[in-house]
């Protein structure tokens, strides 16, 4: 089965809650904006089990 047909089944429309035909889910991201709106870190990864490590946060601050 399909995980989108998994997804319909217990009442999740990934298309309609996306607006549009994609079945993507949210992926985790991690940003340091400074006080003037400049993005400082960005830090977004497609596999969910990937994190920012902390060392890198801290090295960002």
């Known amino acids: 089965m399909l995980i989108s047909a998994v997804h319909l089944k217990i009442g999740v429309d990934l298309a309609k809650r996306n607006g549009d035909a994609s079945h993507d889910l949210p992926r985790p991201a991690t940003y340091i904006i400074e006080q003037d709106g ?12 990937m994190r920012l490590p902390v060392k890198g946060l801290l090295a960002a601050l």
């Open 38 to 49: 400049t993005i400082k870190l960005s830090y977004v990864q497609a596999d969910d089990k």
